[in-house]
């Protein structure tokens, strides 16, 4: 069965720095999300993608976040200068349509920020 | 704004019987409710979906999912528990789609599901 694949599992980096997380979606997919979730908190909402632009984003996408799907199967998320408050797991997920689809998630990357 | 609300923080539950847990949800128009479950280590895996139809809905693993709109309310229930069901499971909701609206997903906080032997 096809799946989100995401790496790496595990990040740790220090304030200030930048990070790529990398998210490999179902190979059929057109449209792709990123989502975190702060230990002990809600799944959150980051940015929706399609056709090579941000289609949806959320007050936490500001202007250090952005994403990218440099070739035909990855689909990244970077953080320009890390905040210790961005640590968290960080989810991508994918659908083929929008509409009523079901979006599938990857495992997740856990980013620690020192 | 959307919300959902999983008003357990954890459920626990003997292995053969019954286990319900539960979601509230807030939204304008027609929901659109999913249930995810994370086990350790992996991603959220989709477990079902109501869109319309059916206020029950069935989905992997024998789960089962209740939508009743006057109470607001999406409970996930399973007839008879098994130990490997035990994990983290939420709910989630967006509006139905309609033109340019939000595709966003906003979930719940979760509720451990712990089911003892």
């Known amino acids: 069965e096809p799946e989100v694949t995401q790496t790496p599992s595990h990040q740790v980096t220090q304030m200030g720095q930048e990070v790529i997380l990398r998210c490999v979606p179902i190979?059929?997919?057109?449209?792709f999300y990123w989502y975190r979730q702060i230990l002990g908190q809600k799944v959150e909402f980051l940015v929706s993608?399609?056709?090579?632009?941000?289609?949806?984003k959320s007050e936490i996408f500001d202007d250090q976040f952005s994403v990218e799907r440099p070739d035909g199967s990855n689909f990244t998320l970077k953080i320009r200068s890390t905040k210790l408050e961005d640590s968290a797991m960080y989810f991508c997920a994918s659908t083929l349509l929008q509409g009523t689809d079901t979006q599938y998630f990857g495992p997740g990357t856990r980013l620690t920020v020192l | 704004a959307q919300s959902v609300a999983q008003p357990e923080d954890q459920v626990n539950v003997a292995e053969g019987n019954p286990l319900t847990v539960k979601c509230t949800y807030s939204?304008?128009?027609?929901?659109?409710l999913f249930w995810y479950v994370q086990y350790p280590n992996r991603g959220l895996q989709f477990l079902l979906k109501?869109?319309?139809?059916?206020?029950l809905v069935k989905g992997s693993y024998g789960f089962e999912a209740e939508f009743n709109k006057s109470q607001t309310s999406f409970h996930l229930k399973k007839p008879s528990a098994l130990v490997s069901d035990s994990a983290l499971y939420f709910c989630?909701?967006?509006?139905?789609?309609?033109?340019?609206?939000?595709?966003?997903?906003?979930f719940g906080k979760g509720t451990k599901l712990s089911v003892i032997p």
């Open positions: 993608f399609y056709n090579n632009e941000i289609s949806e």
């Open positions: 190979s059929n997919h057109l449209y």
């Open positions: 939204v304008s128009g027609n929901p659109y």
């Open positions: 989630a909701v967006r509006p139905l789609p309609s033109g340019a609206g939000s595709y966003q997903l906003t």
């Open positions: 109501y869109i319309t139809g059916d206020n």
